[in-house]
């Protein structure tokens, strides 16, 4: 039995994405948002997963040369607002009631819990 954790979908990365380019502050923005906190623009923490995930995948054609929206992102604060998010992330998830074991010890082992 494999886990898989879903927190957003492919379009929601693709909104973000847009956003990275056009908005990189708003993207900053969001990634340091606590919990019942919203942007100006009215994200919440629900967007934080699908704008990482933009970043990532600009991160990774930033290393194959294409560096605009990758330098945008880092003049708009990014570098800081990844350090503060990766320095205060909480991974919590609830466990389904009568989860097998080796689901729950699959998910576990997905997020870095031993």
Request: contains cysteine; hydrophobic residues 40%.
């Amino acid at each position: 039995m494999s886990a898989q954790i879903m927190t957003h979908t492919p379009e929601q990365t693709a909104y973000w994405r847009d956003f990275a380019i056009s908005n990189p502050g708003r993207v900053a923005r969001t990634l340091v948002l606590r919990p019942g906190q919203t942007t100006r623009e009215g994200d919440n923490q629900g967007d934080i997963y699908p704008a990482l995930e933009a970043v990532k995948e600009i991160s990774v054609r930033e290393r194959s040369g294409e560096t605009a929206a990758w330098v945008n992102l880092v003049d708009a604060g990014m570098a800081d607002a990844l350090c503060k998010n990766v320095c205060e992330m909480v991974v919590a998830f609830q466990t389904i009631p009568g989860m097998p074991q080796e689901l729950l010890q699959d998910v576990k082992n997905k997020v870095g819990w031993l």
